[in-house]
């Protein structure tokens, strides 16, 4: 993704690994400053997932795995059973930070997979450190494609609504809804983007405008109850969202509020589109009722920025997700294709 510091343009992507330190854009930080938070073992890095210093499916995904491969790097013994151990206790606290996003998961037994085969410690260390590369590499191209493929559904003049962040920031690099957002700018398509504010961490407001903007992506922020309007007005052509976790079904778990921007564009006649890479899909979920939704601190709701907006003693709920059920979405955009709820089965 291209940033602008002062009056340079820089290429960066999300995560990176660098000399054994686990390398992040600090997303609690955006847009006021641009910092770079640095993750010196495999706990920091799963306390910076845990706090979101990193978030969004693809890119807790390619975090995660270079958090496995800083613990195997960690182990200075010779004993391959002691390293996995070191690795077991690793995976429980990475995998422990959020339970939404499957591409943790997947990310996590990646890297296990690919070590399983050694009995010495030098060589499983260094399989360790290959595979987490590969793995934010792949999830990088593969983000790259669904730009590309996704790219054919925006036509000139289109106005796209989108949920929450699903841009660069949230993957290695390109994002998953916004890639083809993306391409289609590249493509030189006269194209605007209505922005979710996306309460209550304002993923939206904070990210996903951030990133337009750094593109100049003409857009617009708009409150999370304003989508209808816009939908009924006849003002927005298309719906791009990611997702978090995909079950066998087709359903799709995404950033709260999805659900209702997808029952809205059934009953405007809007075609609703999900982008997600095949590390998001979980065939161990037969539908959406098993997925895990992460439910949040109250303090998200009741709190914007540190400023309390509810009366002294109301609490509140706060889920982080919600399932968008799969007769809602007229496709979903991957690296291999669009694929419609019928035939995630057989991916
Ligand atoms: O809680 P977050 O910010 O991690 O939630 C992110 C989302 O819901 C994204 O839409 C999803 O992870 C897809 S990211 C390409």
Redesign the pocket.
């Known amino acids: 993704m291209k940033v602008k510091i002062g009056k340079r343009i820089k290429d960066y992507r999300t995560v990176w690994w660098d000399k054994e330190i686990v390398n992040m854009i600090d997303q609690t930080k955006l847009p006021g400053k641009f910092e770079i938070y640095k993750a010196e073992n495999y706990r920091e890095t799963a306390d910076a997932i845990k706090n979101?210093v990193v978030?969004?499916?693809?890119a807790i995904g390619a975090t995660a795995a270079f958090g496995m491969a800083q613990a195997a790097l960690e182990f200075t013994g010779s004993d391959f059973e002691k390293l996995k151990l070191l690795m077991k206790n690793a995976e429980k606290i990475i995998t422990e930070t959020r339970p939404t996003?499957y591409d943790l998961f997947h990310a996590v037994n990646f890297v296990k997979k690919n070590i399983k085969n050694f009995d010495s410690v030098k060589e499983a260390k260094e399989k360790a450190l290959i595979a987490s590369q590969e793995y934010a590499d792949k999830s990088a191209e593969n983000c790259r494609k669904i730009g590309k493929s996704g790219e054919k559904l925006i036509k000139d003049n289109f106005n796209i609504l989108t949920h929450?962040?699903?841009g660069a920031l949230?993957?290695v690099d390109y994002?998953?809804a916004i890639a083809p957002i993306r391409f289609a700018h590249y493509n030189k398509k006269k194209i605007h983007v209505f922005v979710d504010e996306t309460r209550p961490?304002l993923?939206g407001a904070k990210l996903t405008a951030w990133e337009l903007a750094q593109e100049r992506i003409p857009h617009s922020i708009i409150a999370d109850n304003a989508a209808g309007y816009f939908m009924q007005n006849g003002e927005i052509d298309i719906v791009i969202?990611?997702?978090?976790r995909i079950a066998g079904n087709g359903d799709v778990a995404?950033?709260i509020g999805t659900y209702e921007k997808a029952v809205l564009a059934k009953e405007n006649g809007i075609p609703f589109y999900v982008a997600a890479p095949l590390t998001t899909f979980d065939m161990n979920c037969k539908s959406g009722k098993d997925i895990v939704i992460e439910e949040r601190d109250m303090n998200e709701v009741l709190y914007i920025d540190k400023i309390r907006i509810s009366p002294k003693n109301s609490k509140a709920r706060n889920p982080?997700?919600d399932v968008t059920p799969a007769r809602y979405i007229k496709g979903i955009i991957t690296e291999r294709g669009i694929l419609k709820a019928g035939e995630v089965r057989g991916i």
């Open positions: 979101m978030r969004g499916a693809p996003a929450c962040n699903a949230a993957c994002g998953t961490r993923q969202v990611g997702a978090d995404n950033k982080g997700f």
